[in-house]
């Protein structure tokens, strides 16, 4: 008996071959969707994939610097805040000399002169607690700021604090007990200068925040187009993957139909012998 080999058909190869071609896209693609990457690795792409690192990597950094700007700028807050706290507390003791000078008696203007001294007192304790991140900008020892704007650190930007206690400003104790109009006026004047310095340091400490505040949006808008540049190059347009998935999936289930009428063809050919 003669045993023949039969073979598949050249219809029924094509259809074979054409249907793990479709697997294999769909595979890919159903891997695309599930990890969101069109180049997972090098191996897929080496140049996009390194390029993508790099744009990653210097965003990191910059995020770094971007946290900086952010503390600084808090820090420039924390001062505005103790400023303002310090204007509020100069005009309460400029309201307390003017009403003294309308009153001759010797001992309600020396009790006067004991409530401005407690209030001076806290206008040191107000710039003191003007602290954010351990960096002091206006209190009798003022600290300075030194903010980065670069990843390699060669651009920085300088805040030099500025001695804003009653010392700085100048506001002494109630001499002679406030017992003289003079001793009173003094005073005044000594609150009607320290108005003026503490308008002139929020609005230097003021300028540094708001330039601060523009260094920060320039930094994040940076940062955003290095991370998108980062993932145009590597992750996969899921839209397209999906439509991809479902014409992948539409033409596999056509070419298992068009496997089976080719093998029943065959099959029916066969019957004939």
């Given at each position: 008996?003669?045993?023949?080999?039969?073979?598949?058909?050249p219809?029924?190869?094509?259809?074979?071959?054409?249907?793990q071609?479709?697997?294999?896209?769909?595979?890919?693609?159903?891997?695309?969707?599930?990890?969101?990457?069109?180049?997972?690795?090098?191996?897929?792409?080496?140049a996009?994939?390194?390029?993508?690192?790099?744009?990653?990597?210097?965003?990191?950094?910059?995020?770094?610097?971007?946290?900086?700007?952010?503390?600084?700028?808090?820090?420039?807050d924390?001062a505005?805040?103790?400023?303002?706290?310090?204007?509020a507390?100069?005009?309460?003791?400029?309201?307390?000399?003017?009403?003294?000078?309308?009153?001759?008696?010797?001992?309600?203007?020396?009790?006067?002169?004991?409530?401005?001294?407690?209030?001076?007192?806290?206008?040191?304790?107000?710039?003191?607690?003007?602290?954010?991140?351990?960096?002091?900008?206006?209190?009798?020892?003022?600290?300075?700021?030194?903010?980065?704007?670069?990843?390699?650190g060669?651009s920085?930007?300088?805040?030099?604090g500025?001695?804003?206690?009653?010392?700085?400003?100048?506001?002494?104790?109630?001499?002679?007990?406030?017992?003289?109009?003079?001793?009173?006026n003094?005073?005044?004047?000594?609150?009607?200068?320290?108005?003026?310095?503490?308008?002139?340091?929020?609005?230097t400490?003021?300028?540094?925040?708001?330039?601060?505040?523009?260094?920060?949006?320039?930094?994040?808008?940076?940062?955003?187009?290095?991370?998108?540049?980062?993932?145009?190059?590597?992750?996969?347009?899921?839209?397209?993957?999906?439509?991809?998935?479902?014409?992948?999936?539409?033409?596999?289930?056509?070419?298992?139909?068009?496997?089976s009428?080719?093998?029943?063809?065959?099959?029916?050919?066969?019957?004939?012998?």
């Amino acid at each position: 008996m003669v045993s023949e080999r039969i073979g598949l058909s050249p219809e029924i190869n094509t259809n074979l071959f054409a249907l793990q071609k479709t697997t294999d896209q769909l595979n890919a693609v159903t891997e695309r969707l599930a990890t969101g990457l069109k180049v997972p690795d090098a191996t897929v792409d080496a140049a996009a994939f390194f390029q993508s690192q790099t744009l990653s990597s210097r965003a990191a950094q910059l995020q770094t610097v971007k946290d900086g700007i952010d503390t600084a700028i808090s820090t420039t807050d924390a001062a505005l805040e103790g400023i303002t706290g310090i204007q509020a507390l100069v005009e309460q003791l400029r309201g307390l000399a003017f009403s003294t000078l309308s009153d001759t008696n010797t001992t309600n203007r020396s009790k006067a002169a004991v409530q401005f001294n407690d209030l001076r007192a806290q206008i040191d304790n107000m710039a003191n607690d003007a602290t954010f991140n351990s960096t002091n900008l206006i209190k009798g020892s003022p600290g300075s700021l030194t903010v980065t704007f670069s990843e390699d650190g060669s651009s920085t930007f300088t805040i030099a604090g500025i001695k804003s206690d009653a010392s700085g400003l100048s506001i002494t104790t109630a001499a002679g007990n406030w017992a003289t109009d003079a001793n009173i006026n003094a005073a005044v004047n000594d609150l009607d200068s320290a108005l003026n310095t503490l308008r002139s340091t929020a609005t230097t400490i003021g300028t540094s925040a708001s330039f601060l505040t523009t260094r920060l949006d320039f930094t994040t808008n940076l940062i955003n187009t290095l991370e998108e540049g980062a993932g145009k190059l590597v992750n996969a347009d899921l839209n397209e993957e999906s439509a991809n998935l479902l014409i992948l999936q539409t033409r596999q289930q056509l070419g298992t139909i068009g496997l089976s009428i080719a093998a029943s063809s065959e099959q029916a050919v066969f019957t004939l012998f």
